[in-house]
């Protein structure tokens, strides 16, 4: 296990939108996701965003890491999504990235250097949604140099079509 992994703080959360702008503040609209609609008859889940908010003491300033999430079932295993939505290719959904952790600039507001953690925020906006499949929970998981802990995960609930009318 990396230094970094051990030290990291990640939480997740889903919303029906998000962005991070370019000095750390996150915008969130419509926060704590657990149910994210359907539609139907196209297969595709309703828009939304997945936020993955991390945290770095100081002593881990420049060290860089692997950060990847991925869409799994509840036995974590990944998720593979329809045919449709992929392409060529693999069908799981895992995003994934090298990223540094960079210490924050808070030049001429008195906090002295090393004094405050890095704080960083990784979006992904589904403006279209996805095609996820209906009546099953999923999991998105995050992963910083390729380990996880049990409560870097956020679950959702994805509803299937309502019942039928019964006539008669």
Not at 79 to 102: C, D, H, K, N, Y
Request: cysteine-free; charged content about 20%; proline content about 10%.
């Amino acid at each position: 296990m990396s230094e970094v992994y051990e030290k990291a703080a990640v939480s997740l959360i889903l919303a029906d939108f998000a962005v991070a702008d370019q000095l750390g503040k996150l915008q969130m609209v419509g926060g704590g996701l657990q149910l994210i609609g359907r539609d139907h008859a196209s297969g595709a889940s309703a828009a939304f965003a997945l936020v993955v908010s991390l945290t770095f003491p100081p002593e881990l300033f420049n060290e860089q890491y692997a950060f990847e999430v991925v869409l799994e079932d509840t036995a974590g295993n990944p998720l593979e999504l329809a045919e449709s939505a992929a392409g060529p290719g693999t069908r799981v959904m895992r995003f994934g990235q090298t990223l540094q952790i960079e210490e924050p600039n808070f030049r001429g507001s008195g906090v002295p250097r090393r004094a405050l953690p890095t704080r960083t925020h990784v979006v992904l906006y589904f403006n279209t949604g996805l095609p996820l499949p209906p009546g099953r929970v999923l999991v998105w998981r995050a992963r910083i140099d390729g380990e996880s802990k049990p409560d870097w995960v956020v679950s959702f609930f994805v509803p299937g079509p309502p019942p039928a009318p019964v006539l008669g």
